[in-house]
Structure formats: C-alpha cells, structure tokens
C-alpha cells in the first residue's frame, strides 16, 4: 500500500515502546464484568513450576512460589497456550496469534496517544494526575477519554483483524454481539474486550482454525459494536479525520472504517470469452466497457477518473429469461477483470451473494450481506460483486412470504447502494442478477444504476453461432453459408440496439411517446425532454426523481462511449501506472458531446424496463389474487358441504 497524502506515518518506536504494557495485558489482570456475564471460569494454574501467566520468578535455587490468582483474573497468554497444549509446547499457530494480539494492543496504545496529543487529553491527564484538574474541564476530560476508549478499542480490534487475516480458513465461528464494552478510560476498555475474548476463545476455539476463527469473529464484532457507539460519541472528529500508517505491516488507520488484507480472491468458475456470450449485445458491450473502466482506478488517490467525471457505472440489473446468458455475462466480465488485474498486479476480489447468506439467526443474515458488500468495496481491491437471483434473495417489502432474513438482506443493500453514507470510488461495480425482476423491491431495483437486458440470441444467426459454439470442435458437420461470429461483431450490433430505442418497445410506453410527441412535437430541447418525462411519471407513479439520475447517468456513460484501447491493458505503464491526473486527461479527451438522441434512447431504455417490470408486476399480484379467491371459493363450498 503506497502512502497517501494525507497519511502520517506511526513510528516503529512509538509502537515498540507499548509492547511491554501489551504483554502485560496478555500475561494477566483482574477484572469483574461489570455488563456481561462470565460463562467460563478463569484459566487455572496447572502447577507452582508451570503457570498459565507469564510472570517473573525468582532465581534463589530451591525457592518455589505458589501464586494466588483471583476468580476474576483473565490470563489470555495461559488461555491460547493451554486449551491445544500438545505435550507443554505451543503451535506455531498459537505463537501468531498472540503476536498478533500483542501487536494490535501496541498499536492501538500508540494510535491512542496520537488522539491524546491532538486533542490536549494528555494535559488534562496530568493535570488529573497532579490533583490540579479545574472543575470546568471535568466534563471535557471525561468526553475525551470515552473517546480515547473508543478510538483504542476500534484501532485494536481493526489491527488484529489485519494482521490474523493471512491465517484465516474456511471456518467460521458465531460469537454474538460483543457486551463488555467500557467506555471510561482506555485501559478499563481494553481490560473488558480482553476479558470478553478469553470468555470466547474459551467457549469456541476447540481446534486451531476455530482459535483464529474466534478471535476474527470477535474483531468484527467489537469494531461493529464501537463504530456503532462512535456514532453518538462527541470529540471523535481529530481521530475520524487522521490517518496513520504502520509501514511495517502496510496497515493503515483511517477513523472508523475497517483496515483489510490487499488480498484478491482465487477464481474458480470457468471464464468465457467475449465471442462466447451470443447475443446480449447492449449488455455484453457494457459489460467490456465496464471491466475497463475499473481498471482506471487510482489506488493512490483513491478514485476513479470515471467516477469523478460521471459513466461509472456501480450498481446494473441484469434481467432476462432463464437460459439467456446470464451467467455466461457474468463470467465474461469476471474474468476480463482477473485477466487485466494479473498484468497490473492489483489485487482482485470476485464474491457472489447467494441464498446460502439467508439466515434463521436473528441479524445474521444483514452480517451476511454487510461483510459482503465491506469485502467488495475495500478500497485497496479492484471489486466485482454478484447478487444472483435477486428476487429470491432480497425480501420485498410488505410481500408476507418475504422471510426476516431476506428483508435484512434488502435493508443492507439499498443503504449500500444509494445510502447516506454510500461512497462511489470507482474500484468496485455490483452486478444484481434476476428472472423475475419484477418480484425485486421497487426501491432497491431503482438503485440500479444501469439496465442491461439480457434476452438471449435473437436473430438467426445468433442461433447458428450457439448451435456451433456449444457443438464444439468433435464432429465434422460443416457449417454452410454462414459467417461463424459475424453477427457478434460488437460495434455493429450495439449501433442497432441503441438505435432500436429511438422509440419505446413496451406498449405502455409507446402510448405516452406517441401522445407527448403530438402535443408538443419533436423533442429536441430539454423543456419537452422534461414533459415526456412528466408524462412517463404520471403513467406509472413509481417512475421517480431516482429514476430521473439513472436515466442522466446512463447519458453520461454514453458520452464515455469509447473503449479503452487493449493495449492499454496490456501495458500496464502506457495508463494504468499514470498519475491520476494523466489518466483523468487522458480520459476527458476521449470524451463525446451529449446529443438528444442519447437522451431520448436512455430515457427509453430506462422507461421500457421498468413498464416490463410494472407489467409483470401487477399481472403476477392478479394471478396470485385470482388464486387466493379460487381457495377461498373451495374452502367456502368444502366448509358448506360439511356442515350441511
């Protein structure tokens, strides 16, 4: 990770000269919950010559001590080593973790004293300490040491995620919500965390990867559990503000967001070629199109020259019938991106949001869906995600079959997509997959930003090169009068896709074009662009202003309706390494003009999209209220003949 500029360095020496009072919290301290309840007794002395806390022992031949540990001690060091003790010696595993924890605490110290200086808190400390404190600074004094307890508790939590990610596995553990979280000074914070951690090692980690497992679950929970506190906490602004760096680890402070592993996903799915993905033409050139625009992102920076010019494209909705290339667009562009990531050395990371994610566990299924879209948009990782099957997996609001977990699911994604807090960097895309879009909330469907529709082979020709695509190479039927792959020359077919729009398809839409256009003629200015619009509007109610920021960013991708040359992804040094301000120029001189016909097709594409959805709306609400009048009579004259 390069250092930005707004980014300050945290000395190794700062660091280092914690590590005592770390070990010392590892070794053992007394603590009473004062929140949660303790489940598992304290670690036990196994014998005066091997204890579980690491402390000095004299050196006088003969002399042995017996130490008296408290019911409240918490000695984690003696918990990691003696619950997968193998014959008194630890695992290199066990080593890591502890070492990992230690550094974290370090950190987080060092992190806490930066706050401390920044914000007079090391002053007023001293004045404490000296009895000298005035009594019309005890109410500051007391607001920032909750704040420093807040800042050393997210900063530890968010380290020790960072530096055990590289022995993460597959195995997961549920630890619930973190409960003992202090809040008075720093120390007693840290005191109740560790405390809480020795309870769930205790409880969860039977084997090595549930050790690891346990105590990363542990740090996603305490960082959710303090960001969320933080948000009602004053005096907090001098940490969000500062970012700091730990060269030695590459791991960077940045207020209240998550520091992650750089680390990409390994691709297992079987990638596809662009010629592989027959028909599907609006979509597959945007999805090209897209898998280099990606590519622009500027990890120093932390932006995308697309984004800040607008036609980045964050969120799409795929839609079509089963069967009609779906998947295939979505390994196409994966695998685009995996290809030009190589050649960068960015570091790449492909997820799927699946039904899998739907939980019975109260909130779980949110966590799911939240530590999804966190991995996605990681801001040190080039990002796609995929949400298959959307309609199945993200609830409806006020459909009665909708289960908790998939309206969680549904809550997650419309703050991820279009929230208050919602930032568009540019180093990630979210690709929402459906056969039925129509059974898709309105709201969240609206937060696509652009619409590809995924109909299949179309034309004859489609069908004669999917027939010989899919047949491969072992037979020897000879192909005919037929150019193989002419059809999906890509240029060509878009051209006609998008000159297709130049009026509506769906009949509910057209009925408005024709009407608008007699009444105030050709619209070729922006007041009778603005009427038809109206006019859509009071057609179907749900076509609203977030529709009308769809429409005008899709605009806006069309005039960067150009593609980056290959060899641009080929040689990394001939754009991708570039400045960002170079590869901002170079963009912005490859840019079009917005014309009416743009304007007019996108409105159209748009519109035609949500009358499709709307139609297959209202008619599947009709058969489902046709069905349940049907019950309704059966039971009626089954109830009838029973009683009489």
Known sequence: MSQTADQMDLREEDIRKHYPAALALLEGFDHAPRIATGAVAPTEERSSGIGTRRAFRTTTPGLVTQRVVRSEGVQLLGRIETMLADGGLISPLQANVQSGLRRALAIA??????????????????????????????????????????????????????????????????????????????????????????QDIAAHATSEPRLVATVLAFAEALMARVAARAGTAGRLEPFAVAHWRVAADDFAVQGFTPARKARGTALSMTFKQPHEVVGNHIAKYQSLRLAKMIMAYDFDRRL???????????????????????????????????????????PFRYQNLSTDNIDSYQGKSGQNARAFIDSIIDPQVIGFGTIDDIDTLAG?????????????????????????NTVVR??????????????????LRQRAGA??????????????????????????????????FANQEIKKAVAASFDSHARPHEEGLVRVYEQVSKDIGKLDTIAKLGTYLKGIQQADPRFTGRAIKNITDAVKVRAMDFELPDEWMENPDLFLFKDYDTKKAMIESLRQPITVE???????????????????SDEVAIETAVREMGRMEEARRRYMERKG
């Not at 090169?465 to 005919?480: E, M, Q, R, W, Y």
């Open 426 to 443: 540019g180093n990630c895309t979210f690709g929402m997959f459906s056969n039925y879009p129509e059974n898709v909330d309105d709201a």
């Open 304 to 346: 995308n020259p697309f984004a800040e010019l607008g036609g980045f494209i964050f969120t799409f909705m795929g839609d079509g019938a089963p069967g009609t290339g779906k998947t295939t667009l979505i390994q196409m562009m994966a695998g685009l991106i995996n290809e030009y990531c190589k050649v960068a050395g960015y």
């Open 451 to 484: 619409r590809f529709l995924v109909d299949g082979p179309k034309t004859r020709e489609d069908y004669i090169d999917i027939l010989s695509l899919l047949l491969g190479k072992n037979h020897a039927i000879p192909l005919g009068d037929h150019a193989l």
């Open 109 to 198: 110290l060092a992190v806490a004293d930066q706050y401390a200086g920044r914000t007079g808190l090391g002053d007023l400390k001293r004045a404490n300490l000296a009895g000298g404190l005035v009594a019309d600074k005890r109410s500051e004094f007391a607001e920032l040491l909750t704040a420093e307890a807040l800042v050393t508790l997210y900063v530890f939590a968010s380290a020790t995620a960072f530096l055990l990610a590289a022995h993460a596995t597959p195995e997961t553990v549920e630890i619930g919500e973190v409960e003992e979280m202090l809040t008075d000074n720093s120390q007693l914070a840290l005191h109740g965390a560790l405390w809480e951690l020795d």
């Open 598 to 616: 743009m304007v007019i097709q996108e409105i159209n594409r748009y519109a035609d999209s949500e009358f499709r959805y709307a139609d297959k």
């Open 396 to 420: 409806k609001r006020g459909d009665r079959q909708s289960s908790a977990g998939q309206l969680e699911i549904t809550a997650v994604l419309m703050d991820a997509f279009a929230g208050a």
